[in-house]
């Protein structure tokens, strides 16, 4: 897959896509169905997603809790793996959010990237003010020379199949039910961090990453699902992650620590993918460090029969 940063600056071989338009963040099925139409819309030309970096949220209000499914590399590798041979990150800045929605059609969407099919989805929204919608950039593709499917909303059941939805099943540690709307498993993806090394004092050596920037899910612990990516221990394992402050060592940022089951070996500076399967429990302080690693054990224990089910 071919990553464009800015539309401006498109190369000749880049443009022309047949290219789904939106934030796409956790590339949930709803994204995977406008992605689907974008590749029936013209099967002879590239496939592509158009996409804003940052996200326009984080745009407007810098200073918001934080609210991202995944970051920009791993929503890139999601959209590899379906496929997708052209993303154009598109920056989201001043200039952008300005563009009124008919010189977003023509600036971005025709002469920057050449678009010969364009699907969005029922409810997008695009150029200053949200002005435009899917109606109006129908009528601006038949204007400007390029063809826009409108992609209906998917629904699970009675639920509308969206970002928002997955951020609640995750607030309140349903992975599962986020997992039925994305698709695919909730993934925590970045590289492993020097920590402190409680955990191998414990007996229980864990893989550190931050989750800044990322809507964080019910904090916990999860029996969970890990790809290392990279290194010579690449592979898929399975094991149990913490997910919080770490109550029992005083006040401390946010992040994710995980075992691997039956691992051994140094997995500092390697990308982890941390699929979240079954919440286990809350985040907890025990009245010791015996009480602790009994609670430990106990963990693993329910999180290896639970994945050996899977």
């Known amino acids: 897959m071919r990553i464009c940063r800015d539309h401006r600056e498109v190369p000749p071989e880049d443009r022309g896509a047949s290219a789904a338009i939106g934030n796409f963040d956790g590339v949930h099925r709803g994204h995977q169905a406008v992605i ?7 099967p002879d030309a590239p496939l592509g997603v158009v996409t804003f970096e940052p996200h326009p949220r984080q745009f407007f209000a810098p ?8 970051g920009r590399e791993a929503r890139a590798s999601r959209l590899a793996k379906l496929g997708v041979e052209r993303l154009y990150e598109i920056p989201f800045d001043a200039d952008l959010a300005a563009l009124s929605p008919r010189d977003f059609a023509a600036r971005v969407l025709r002469d920057g990237l050449g678009l010969r099919h364009a699907v969005v989805g029922g409810d997008f929204r695009f150029g200053k003010g949200r002005a435009g919608d899917a109606e109006a950039l129908t009528a601006f593709g038949a204007e400007m020379g ?34 039925t709307l994305l698709g695919h498993w909730h993934r925590i993806e970045g590289p492993v961090l020097g920590g402190e090394r409680r955990g191998r004092e414990l007996g229980y050596p864990t893989a550190n990453m931050s989750i800044d920037g990322l809507h964080p899910p019910r904090f916990g612990v999860y029996a969970v699902l890990v790809d290392v990516r990279d290194g010579p221990h690449a592979g898929s394992y399975r094991g149990a992650a913490s997910v919080g402050v770490r109550p029992m060592f005083g006040e401390n940022r946010p992040n994710i620590e995980t075992y691997l089951f039956d691992f051994a070996g140094d997995l500092y500076d390697a990308t982890l993918s941390v699929a979240l399967v079954e919440f286990l429990r809350p985040e907890a302080r025990f009245d010791g460090v015996g009480t602790l690693i009994t609670q430990m054990d106990a963990d693993c224990a329910r999180a290896r029969t639970l994945l050996e089910a899977l």
């Open 63 to 70: 200073d918001s809790a934080p609210f991202r499914l995944m």
């Open 36 to 42: 689907g139409l974008a590749r029936k819309a013209c």
């Open 146 to 179: 390029f063809g826009v499917t409108v992609a209906p909303l998917l629904h699970n059941g009675d639920e509308q199949v969206s970002s928002t939805a997955i951020r609640a099943a995750l607030t309140e540690g349903r992975p599962r039910d986020a997992a």
